[in-house]
């Protein structure tokens, strides 16, 4: 893999290595925090099971929240919610 540095989850999106994207969501999360702190977030209200609601906050201090699910979705919730990469299966 190439090197890749976060800097920010909600402008970085998109661009993250197409190999994170087939990664089981254990593993893309704790790639994920090589770059920042991970911590998932109460869905106990307006998710589908399987859905978890995570934030992550850069050494910069820019915050994002996000959606994984248990088939590799993964979508950025602000300012406004869009699907980064569809997963598989769903």
Same mark, same amino acid.
């Given at each position: 893999?190439?090197? !890749?540095? @976060?800097?920010?989850?909600? /402008?970085?999106?998109?661009?993250? +290595? &197409? &190999?994170?994207?087939?990664? +089981? %969501?254990?593993? !893309?999360?704790?790639? @994920?925090?090589?770059? #920042?702190?991970?911590?998932?977030?109460?869905?106990?209200? #307006?998710?589908? +099971? $399987?859905? =978890? @609601?995570? #934030?992550? =906050?850069? +050494?910069? $201090?820019? *915050? /994002? &929240?996000? /959606?994984?699910?248990?088939? $590799?979705?993964?979508?950025?919730?602000?300012?406004? *919610?869009?699907?980064?990469? %569809? #997963? /598989? &299966?769903?």
């Amino acid at each position: 893999m190439h090197v !890749f540095v @976060l800097v920010d989850l909600h /402008t970085q999106a998109e661009l993250l +290595p &197409a &190999a994170v994207r087939t990664w +089981p %969501p254990e593993r !893309f999360l704790s790639w @994920l925090q090589l770059y #920042g702190e991970v911590f998932e977030l109460d869905t106990r209200y #307006g998710y589908d +099971p $399987g859905t =978890r @609601l995570f #934030g992550f =906050r850069a +050494p910069s $201090g820019l *915050y /994002t &929240a996000f /959606t994984l699910t248990e088939h $590799g979705r993964l979508c950025v919730m602000f300012p406004h *919610y869009r699907v980064v990469w %569809p #997963g /598989t &299966a769903e």
